[in-house]
């Protein structure tokens, strides 16, 4: 009798030790665009909310991390567990401007369990035929906005407002041209990353069609996943419990977007911006990367500048100019 009970014992501490580990997760439980919500079915089972079968966010198959060294990852980086393929039946209808809002948490519904980390939002065309049937293992990505540090020096993230039980947004460009569009929303743990393959990752996509924007398709894109991040990244591999400077985001620069000077809207004003220095190039997208310089801060939020195409503008008198989705602090 008592090595039944001391048998039991073991089991339940077993069972109690395991516990944290199921609920130590999460997914992205709610989209809301300018208000109205779009909310994402239950990892695996596809249950939810009644509206959920509305829903614009892609279902993955369950809340557990990915790490860059899994066997599946060519097929689940892009969007989660499952969900490379598996489209979700609407887009939600979104403007140029419109303000986003994430809410995470955990599978059993309690606040997101993790605080120490970026928060990375990329974008994917889908082209006209829309983004449920787009395999976004195969597609190609901007990098849209990105929040790390609240401020440096310090280990206080924007992440830790979503472990309270806040929701994360930002605004579109207000220059956001037309289309549909994947929009893949991550983020990144970073508690274990003092280990290489420590970094977890969370990615969700949903997919939006923009109207109301510049009348101009955009071609070629920056990155794909997996490819755009890799083991040793500085922002991959950290100990962040030492590491109390300046963070540095994992894969490529904020996207800057070539508008030409026929699709300005009237009224728009050049704006001073410190010089930049591009990074590369595509046919209608120039990723450029700012010159380091002293900053309190590491959060970013997507906004829109009008800046001369000083390189253009030598070499063709059209009036060309870029606007460039770059970061500040944002309000979660």
Known sequence: MKSVTT???????????????????GFLRTLKVDGKAYYGREPGTGAGPSSSTTTVIRTIDNTNPLHLSDPKISSYLSCGRGAA????????????????????????????????????????????????KVDSSKAKWWKLNQVGKVSTPGNNWVQGKVHKGQSYSFKLPKNMPDGNFLLRHEIIALHLADKVNGAEFYPSCSQITVTGGPNKKMTGMAVKFPGAYHLTDKGIHINIWDSLGTYHFPGPALAVFTVDEDDREDGDEDCDEEEEEPAFKTKNVTVTKRRS?????????????????????????SGARRIASSSHKENS
């Open 293 to 317: 310089g002293s900053t309190r801060t590491n959060e970013a939020k997507s906004h829109v500048k009008l800046v001369p195409d000083r390189h253009r503008h030598r070499a063709n008198h």
């Open 85 to 132: 393929t598996r489209g979700a039946p609407h887009h939600a209808s979104v403007k140029p401007g419109s303000n986003l809002v994430f809410h995470w948490d955990a599978g059993d519904g309690s606040a997101w369990p993790h605080d120490s980390g970026p928060m990375i939002t990329y974008i994917a065309s889908c082209g006209n035929a829309g983004c449920s």
């Open 7 to 25: 048998s039991s014992a073991l089991s339940l501490a077993a069972v109690i030790f395991f516990l944290p580990s199921v609920a130590s997760h």
